[in-house]
């Protein structure tokens, strides 16, 4: 539990300028007051982020979205009511209330409202937006927990810790055409989960390196470790100082360290365990990490993107 006087103190610093991070049912935040746009340079600095990767505003009611906005639109209604508090990020026409900083320049921004108490405590205490991005390194995995974000970030003065993300992996990133949804970044809510929704008329996963999303460059979420792909890459022979990271309960001895990410190839279990796993095999005398693959429909789809992300630098560069 994580006092209302703490979260009171914390919601202060960031109405000062200050930077709080929080947790999410994702992953980790790193928040600013939205509106200031000090305040947010001062995340791109910490984390280390290029200028042209947007962030997600976080609001603590749906209603919140039309002070931002200028988009109307039924569907973004129908969305929101559904899946907030919930790991969805809309993608919306901009308007010049948030500064230009929080989306890159770009006339849209990314909405969602978490569904974790101490995230919208937090809001409802300082009163305004959060523009939050992941609390890691710029490149770098994404927290799950407290101690993830502490060891990324030793200086910040308020880490809210809220214990292990419930879901582990970050939100879809959707925004709307006249068709359809788009997913710009897939994440814990699937397709077929919107598609009950909103219709699936013409519904796309956009895969073309930056152009839409940075979320969508290849190399992402790296441990510090060449990550090799069971089935697609090339794997040194010698496993024996190597970790596996599995998805089974088959597990090989061959191996120094293995990852039990779930026993029954579970993919709600899987994105739980996924990060705190690669934090752990970061700071293990392991020489390599091997992920066996899940099959990629449903979650899956946004757990196999982010092992290949993590796997990517060292497959093609
Ligand atoms: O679950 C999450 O989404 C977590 C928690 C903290 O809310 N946040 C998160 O933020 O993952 P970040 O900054 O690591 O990733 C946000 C993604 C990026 O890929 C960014 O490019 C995309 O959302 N994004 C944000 N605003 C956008 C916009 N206006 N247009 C296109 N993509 C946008
Ligand atoms: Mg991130």
Redesign the pocket.
Same mark, same amino acid.
């Given at each position: 539990m994580v006092r209302q006087s703490l979260i009171n103190e914390a919601a202060d610093f960031i109405r000062q300028g200050g930077l709080v991070a929080f947790p %999410?049912?994702?992953?980790?935040? /790193?928040g600013a007051d939205a509106l200031n746009a000090r305040a947010v340079a001062a995340v791109y600095a910490l984390k280390e982020?290029p200028a042209f990767? =947007? /962030? !997600?505003v $976080?609001i603590s009611d749906p209603a919140m979205m039309q002070l931002y906005s200028t988009e109307k639109d039924e569907r973004l209604e129908l969305l929101a009511r559904h899946f907030w508090p919930g =790991?969805l %990020?809309l *993608?919306v026409k901009?308007n010049k209330v948030i500064p230009d900083i929080v +989306?890159?320049g /770009?006339d849209? *921004?990314?909405m969602?409202m978490?569904a974790n108490d101490i995230a919208l405590r937090l809001i409802d205490a300082a009163n305004t937006p959060l523009a939050? =991005?992941?609390?890691?390194k710029f490149g770098k995995l +994404?927290p799950t927990r407290a101690e993830h974000v502490r060891k990324q970030f030793p200086e910040l003065r308020y880490i809210l810790d809220g214990g292990g993300t419930r879901i582990g !992996?970050?939100?879809t *990133?959707v %925004?709307l055409d006249e068709e359809g949804f788009i997913i !710009?970044?897939p994440?814990?809510i699937t397709t077929a989960q919107l598609e009950k929704i909103l219709p699936p008329s013409s519904n796309k996963i956009i895969d073309k390196i930056g152009s *839409?999303?940075?979320?969508?460059m290849k190399s $992402?979420y790296s441990p510090d470790k060449h990550l090799y792909i069971l089935g697609e890459s090339q794997i040194p022979a010698d496993t024996t100082k190597a970790a596996l990271l599995s998805m089974t309960n088959q597990n090989p001895t061959n191996y120094k360290i293995v990852e039990v990410l779930s026993a029954t190839a579970d993919p709600d279990e899987i994105a739980v365990n996924l990060f705190g796993a690669l934090h752990r095999l970061e700071e293990a005398e392991v020489d390599f990490i091997v992920a066996e693959k899940i099959e990629e429909s449903g979650l899956g789809i946004a757990i196999m993107d982010r092992i290949r992300k993590a796997a990517w630098r060292h497959q093609y560069t």
């Open positions: %999410t049912e994702t992953v980790y935040g /790193l982020r990767d =947007p /962030l !997600i $976080h =790991p %990020t *993608v901009r +989306s890159s /770009l849209s *921004v990314g969602r978490p939050a =991005p992941s609390a890691n +994404s !992996i970050e939100s *990133v %925004t !710009i970044r994440g814990a *839409v999303s940075p979320g969508m $992402h």
